[in-house]
Each structure stands twice: as structure tokens, then as C-alpha cells.
Nanobody, 128 residues
Framework: QVQLVESGGGLVQAGGSLRLSCAASGRTFSRYAMGWFRQAPWKEREFVAAISWRGGSTDYADSVNGRFTISRDNAKNTVYLQMNSLKPEDTAVYYC?????????????????????WGQGTQVIVSS
């Protein structure tokens, strides 16, 4: 069974930065694309960023492009989300997710329906 454990959330002022981490266990981490999603109160869960299984390709939602950076360390079975220039509208619970199929191209892992495993989420609050 795959387990994903997020950490790094918290309260930050607008313009500040946070780095989220997601530690994975339970299968060969390096063969699967990973993604970050977020869900604000009263809203649907939305795509934030994705990274291919080797880390060579990434994709971002327009709302975070240029401010957030997704990366992975396959030796540590960990994926990261560096969030800079945070805005109040970034406030949400952030979820790490793992693709259900190995060796997927980045274009295939934008939709949340593609992901088979999810973490418990970590809260990010950005104050104005």
C-alpha cells in the first residue's frame, strides 16, 4: 500500500514562502509521476503542479506558474513544492498525490482522476 505524508504547511504573510514536502513509501517511487493539488473551503480540489517520474518535465496551473516550483528527490522518495510570493488566494489544504500508472508522460497527469494515492493534506494559510 502506498503512503504519502505531507509536511511543511503553516501560516505565512502575503509575499512570503513555504516549502511543502511529501514523503512516499510502499512502491518504487521513481517510476511514478507525482502531483500537488489544493482545496480551498467551498471549492473543488484543483491541480497545482505535476512532475514526471524522472523529474525532467513539470507542469503548473496558470495561477501558480512562476511562483511555485515542484521538484523530486528519487533517492529520498520525496517530492517538494516550493511556494514563493504567496497570496491570500493560495490559502488551502495542499495534497500530494501519486500517479496510478508507471512511467507516465507529464501531459497525462494533470487531471486529479489520474491519481490513485493521496496524502492527508497540509494546511497553508496566507494572511494579507
Amino acid at each position: 500500500q502506498v503512503q504519502l505524508v505531507e509536511s511543511g504547511g503553516g501560516l505565512v504573510q502575503a509575499g512570503g514562502s513555504l516549502r511543502l514536502s511529501c514523503a512516499a513509501s510502499g512502491r518504487t517511487f521513481s517510476r511514478y509521476a507525482m502531483g500537488w493539488f489544493r482545496q480551498a473551503p467551498w471549492k473543488e480540489r484543483e491541480f497545482v503542479a505535476a512532475i514526471s517520474w524522472r523529474g525532467g518535465s513539470t507542469d503548473y496551473a496558470d495561477s501558480v506558474n512562476g511562483r511555485f516550483t515542484i521538484s523530486r528527490d528519487n533517492a529520498k522518495n520525496t517530492v517538494y513544492l516550493q511556494m514563493n510570493s504567496l497570496k491570500p488566494e493560495d490559502t488551502a489544504v495542499y495534497y500530494c498525490a501519486a500517479d496510478g500508472r508507471p512511467l507516465s508522460p507529464i501531459c497525462a497527469v494533470v487531471a486529479k482522476e489520474r491519481y490513485e494515492y493521496w496524502g492527508q493534506g497540509t494546511q497553508v494559510i496566507v494572511s494579507s
